[in-house]
C-alpha cells in the first residue's frame, strides 16, 4: 500500500499548483463556509452509499446475498479507495470482484458482475458527460465541447461495445500480445494466455446464457437508475459549495462536474487530479448560460479546491479503512 500513500500525495501536487499561480490562501478556501462543505461532503457520501447500494442489488439479484446490506455498501465504499488513487479512475472493481470470490463465488461470475456494474457506471456517467459537451458545443462553445466529447465518447463506446459484443462472440488474447507475452515470458507466457482466454470465455459465456433473461434486462435498468441517481447527487455537490459564493443552477452544476470528470478520465494524472478541476473551472467560465455572472478567476478556484477536498481528499482516508476492515479482510470460503 505504500504506493498508494505516493499517489494521494502526488494527487495534491496539482493543488499547490494551483495555489500558487493564483495566490490562493487557506483563509480563501475556508470562506465557502463550514456549512456549505459539509453539504458538498455529505453528497459524495451519499453518491458512494447508492452504488453501494446498487453493487448490493446486483449481487442479490444475481447471486444471492453475501453478506449484510451495510456490509457490502462498506465494502463497495472501501475499493473507491483503489478507483481514487489510479489514473481514469480503474482498480476499484479488481477489489470487488476479489471480495466476491473469497466469499466463495467463482472468479467468472464474480468478474461478469463486477463488469456489470461498470457498464452502468460508465453509461450513467457517459450521457451526462456527452449532454454537457453537446450542450456547449450548441452554445457556441467548440473548444471545451469538442474536448468533453472526445474524453467520454471512446470510453463509452469502448466498455458498452465490448459488453455487449461479448453475449455475441467469444473474446481472446489479440495474435500480436501473445506473441509479445510468449517472448519475453516463454513457458509462464504460454499459461498467462491459456488461463486470460479461459477466464474471458467464462465471462462470454455468461453474457449469452444471461442476456436471454428478462432479469438482466430488469436489472440494467434498475442499476442504470440508481447510476443515473447517484452521479446527479455527485454533480449537485459542486452547487452546494458554491452556494455561498455564487448561485448555480443544478444543470450547470451536474453539466460542469461531469465535464470535469470526463476529462478526468485522462490517463494523465492520479485521480484525474488537475484534470478535473481545470475541466470544471473550464467549462464554468465558458457555459455561462445557466449560471448569474462570473466572479473572479480566483474565487472560481477557491470554491473548486474546497469542493475537489470535500469530494475527493477526505473520502479518500474513509475509503482506505473501510478497504482495510472490509473488503480485504480475510474470509474463509463456505462449505
Known sequence: ????????????????????QFNIKPEDIFAVGIINFLAAF??????????????????????GSLESLWRTIFVRIGSEFVTMTT???????????????????STAKASWLGIFEIITEV??????????????????????GIVVLAAAIPIVGLWIGLFFLSSKRTFHVPKTFCNLIIKFRKEKGVQY??????????????SRENFQSKQVKK??????????????VYGISFMLI???????????????VMAGNAIGNLPITV??????????????????????????????????????????QIPIPIAWFLLMKMALRKYNNPQ
Request: aromatic share 14%; glycine share 8%; charged share 10%.
Open 1 to 20: 500500500m505504500n504506493w498508494r500513500i505516493i499517489a494521494f500525495l502526488a494527487s495534491l501536487v496539482p493543488f499547490l499548483i494551483i495555489a500558487i
Open 242 to 256: 458554491a452556494e455561498s459564493v455564487r448561485a448555480i443552477n443544478p444543470i450547470t452544476s451536474i453539466f460542469a
Open 123 to 144: 453509461l450513467a456517467a457517459g450521457v451526462l458527460s456527452i449532454l454537457a459537451g453537446v450542450f456547449a458545443l450548441v452554445n457556441g462553445y467548440t473548444v471545451i
Open 219 to 232: 436489472a440494467f435498468f434498475v442499476t442504470l437508475l440508481i447510476s443515473f441517481a447517484a452521479w446527479g
Open 87 to 105: 489514473p481514469m479512475f480503474v482498480g476499484g472493481e479488481v477489489v470487488r470482484i476479489y471480495w466476491m470470490k473469497k466469499r466463495g463465488m
Open 271 to 312: 485521480g484525474g487530479s488537475g484534470l478535473t478541476e481545470f475541466g470544471i473551472w473550464a467549462y464554468l467560465n465558458h457555459v455561462s448560460s445557466f449560471a448569474l455572472e462570473l466572479p473572479q478567476n480566483n474565487v472560481d478556484w477557491n470554491t473548486i479546491i474546497a469542493w475537489r477536498i470535500a469530494t475527493y
Open 42 to 63: 455529505a453528497a459524495i457520501m451519499l453518491k458512494l452509499f447508492l452504488q453501494g447500494v446498487k453493487f448490493h442489488y446486483i449481487i442479490r439479484t444475481f447471486h
Open 193 to 206: 494466455i491459456e488461463k486470460t482466454n479461459e477466464w474471458m470465455n467464462d465471462i462470454c459465456t455468461m
